[in-house]
């Protein structure tokens, strides 16, 4: 039996539907680099038998260390020990629908900022200040310079992920094409959820863009609770959207299972810093609206704080926590892993342990069971 080898568990039993129909392993690949099908083409049984699917998962397998050749990077999602030996299993058990890529915000570093067209580098000192424009520009920059010499060498488009070294894929990554861009229709979703059948465990409809913009949202989560009775439906929202009229259909039909509020930080200072365009009393306020109204349901609803640089101090962490337990809401905190990461040694942090959102990690830490 040979040496064990790091794999995900969603290039093996998670599907995420692209708003443009597209279908790729995992919210790690929102920029769509490695698309396995199209479900306005192929049926979804079809897409994840398909010969796409199986050079994903074999790209997966073909590397020992946390690198994934199909989307040419290091996945954090790629942490689970796999036997040479072993075939993983590749039954369907979690399924993402992004209904939209409409957003509200214009987060800094989010992909959504790269295909929706109305958001250029121009913002980009407005939104993030003189770091995240030398960022941007030297990122966008590098695309542009990648897409020509793509366009000049049409044999590097099919090596730049799968043939190349990381720092080759990186360098050839080109811009994301504005078809990233779309909105699913409310068929396009029954369709997708009657073709995964009733045995997945959880459906998260989600992953960028915001959810409570798709106009449909009330029609899709009330198909999935009748197509899927057993399998638990959630949704992660900044927040800004959610209206009294749809949150009180939610909760007296219990249509969700589980619901988080991405709110990253506990003022306006430290959350409007990511949050382009938010407003932390409008978010948080929804967010304590919705958990009071769904008290005794079995709806769990969380409040997930994205840690930054900018909001990584320990009196911030404290704040937070004393927040949620005053209004007696669960919180999670998550280490971004993107722009404006925190620098904080983990050997600093180790008292929020018990708050970190299930399966990551403190900062330079491995994620856990492929999560």
Known sequence: MGPARLRCRHAFEYAVVHANGEVVCSIIDGRG????????????????????????????????????????????????????????????????????????????????????????????????????????????????????????????????????????????????????????????????????????????????????????????????RQTMPATDIAISTDGMQVRETIERVIIDERLLDWITFSVDGCDQESYGRYRIRGDFDVAFGNLIRFHRRAAGTGIRVTWQYVVFRWNDSDDQFKRAIDLAERHGIQIHFDFAHTWGRSRRRPDTLRYLTPYLKPFTALPGEPRQHGW
Request: aromatic share 6%; with cysteine.
């Open 33 to 224: 680099d490695f698309v396995i099908g199209n479900i306005h083409e192929q049926s979804l049984s079809d897409i994840l038998s398909g010969p796409r699917a199986q050079e994903l998962r074999r790209l997966v397998l073909s590397t020992s260390d946390s690198h994934c050749p199909a989307i040419g990077k290091r996945c954090p999602l790629k942490s689970i020990p796999q036997d040479t030996g072993d075939a993983p299993s590749s039954v369907l058990r979690f399924l993402a629908i992004e209904t939209t890529t409409a957003c509200d915000l214009r987060c800094l570093s989010c992909p959504v900022r790269d295909f929706t067209g109305d958001v250029t580098w121009r913002h980009a000192y407005r939104d993030g200040g003189a770091s995240f424009l030398m960022w941007d520009a030297l990122r966008r920059s590098k695309q542009h310079a990648a897409d020509a010499v793509r366009q000049a060498f049409p044999s590097l488009r099919a090596k730049a992920s799968v043939d190349l070294s990381g720092f080759g894929a990186l360098l050839l990554r080109g811009r994301v094409p504005r078809s990233r861009a779309g909105t699913l229709s409310l068929a396009d979703v029954k369709r997708v959820v009657n073709e995964a059948g009733s045995g997945i465990e959880r459906v998260d409809l989600f992953n960028y863009g915001e959810p409570f913009l798709y106009r449909h949202l009330l029609s899709a989560l009330r198909h999935i």
